[in-house]
């Protein structure tokens, strides 16, 4: 790894990317509707939830994992092409994750698909990102 080729801004716009991704995968129309019904959640119950909690827990967490794929495309020879294939590649290794703690919590495997392609896109997403902006 060679700091000097860490993009600071690049990390942070990853990161938002996250945000992006999550809004439209979790939308109503998308997968909201399905991940509501498959953890037996209402919209009452959502909307209840501390959201100073989940969004900055989830900013936190989405630039930790922006920084840490930053930390391995850190070379000269990263492209856009290797940043998105780095992070296909992250996001099917957290998507195994998912699938083991699911598979014990006993969801479905619609959910698991649903929380574990949000992984994998956005983290393919990160990668371009980190990989483009050099």
Do not use: C
Not at 28 to 49: C, H, R
């Amino acid at each position: 790894m060679n700091t000097a080729f860490i993009n600071v801004p690049a990390i942070l716009v990853a990161a938002l990317s996250g945000f992006a991704v999550g809004g439209l995968w979790y939308a109503p129309p998308v997968f909201g509707k399905a991940w509501m019904a498959d953890n037996q959640l209402s919209t009452e119950q959502i909307q209840e939830g501390n959201k100073g909690k989940i969004f900055g827990f989830t900013a936190f967490f989405s630039l930790l994992m922006a920084i840490n794929l930053a930390m391995f495309l850190a070379d000269d020879k990263t492209t856009v092409t290797w940043g998105a294939t780095a992070g296909f590649l992250a996001g099917l290794w957290t998507f195994s994750a998912i699938a083991i703690h699911s598979l014990f919590e006993l969801k479905s495997w619609r959910l698991i698909f649903i929380n574990g392609g949000y992984s994998v896109v956005t983290l393919t997403l990160m990668g371009a990102i980190t990989g483009l902006w050099r």
